[in-house]
Every structure is written in C-alpha cells, then in structure tokens.
C-alpha cells in the first residue's frame, strides 16, 4: 500500500498506527512485531479494513484489479446469488484487494 494511500485513510479518520521516534523512514514491507510498515505508518491488514468499513462488503477480482463495493440488493442473505451490480453503491478499486477497501473506506468515510 503506498505512503499517500495511507496518509489518505490517516487524514480521513481511520486508525493508522505511527511509529514515534523513528530516526529514518523505514522501507515498504519492513515487519516490525509481525506488521508491516511503509515508513512510519503501519499498514492495516484486509481484515481491519473489511471490518472498519461495515457489513455487506463485496470484493472481485477483475482484468483490471479490485474492486469493492458495498452490496445494497435486496437478494444479499440469500444464497446462492450473487450480488446485482446495479445495487451496487460506494465502489472503489485498486491494485490489491487492500487497496481497493481503504479506498472505499475513504469514500464512504471522507472528511
């Protein structure tokens, strides 16, 4: 996840971790305690994202990445179905399913 994205979901209320004190800014990916970090930000996993953003959250993979998008359709508690695109609200896309909740977590969460 890049830096920006992270300052992104930090400056939009969501609880990133920062790491005090830091000397030097720390590489993408360096696992400090079993998480990762991109400088002094700690990087949230899929999990606290999907929970952050609520219920009825739908992740695909497309030809062109990710996509999430928050399911609206009256058919979500039945199974066997899938979701109809056009209850389909607050969708945001990115390169990795991360990227692609922080991001509808930022739309649905703007400041």
Not at 6 to 29: C, E, H, T
Not at 71 to 85: H, R, T, W
């Amino acid at each position: 996840m890049t830096y920006e994205l992270l300052l992104d979901l930090k400056n939009n209320g969501f609880p990133i971790k920062v790491l005090r004190d830091i000397q030097m800014d720390l590489p993408i990916g360096t696992v400090i305690y079993g998480r990762s970090f991109n400088k002094d930000l700690m990087i949230p996993t899929l999990s606290e994202l999907i929970e952050a953003c609520g219920k009825y959250i739908v992740l695909r993979q497309e030809d062109f990445g990710w996509i999430a998008y928050h399911d609206n359709s009256p058919f979500k508690n039945c199974v066997g179905l899938n979701a109809i695109d056009v209850f389909m609200t607050d969708s945001a896309s990115g390169d990795t399913p991360e990227e692609a909740v922080a991001r509808l977590w930022i739309e649905t969460n703007k400041k």
